[in-house]
């Protein structure tokens, strides 16, 4: 069993799961994110944390992220500093 830790996170009413990730999350195949996400949202079920699930890593000098695109604006202004910072739940995978 792994552990992450992760951000459970109320932004207007919407609930996030914000799961910080490797930097090579973002050249896995789409199949291969999306099951790691749905591994997540289960693990996020099970734990009673209610939320979309979004990971996030670093790009460069921003912050990449997989989430809706009607939450892309609020994911645009966030830093992976930041999402750390708001690290506050962990979640057993």
Known sequence: MSYLRIAHIN????????????????????VAQEA???????????????????PVWENGDRLAFRAPQRFHAFFKSLSLP?????????LSC
């Not at 790691?36 to 979004?54: E, Y």
């Not at 930041?82 to 962990?90: D, H």
Request: neutral net charge.
């Open 36 to 54: 790691s996400i749905d591994r997540w949202r289960l693990a996020a079920m099970s734990a009673r944390l209610n939320g979309t699930v979004v």
């Open 82 to 90: 930041l999402v750390l910072g708001m690290l506050n739940e962990t």
């Open 11 to 30: 932004e207007q009413g919407t609930y996030f799961v914000i799961v910080p990730v490797e930097t090579s999350f973002g050249s896995q195949p789409r």
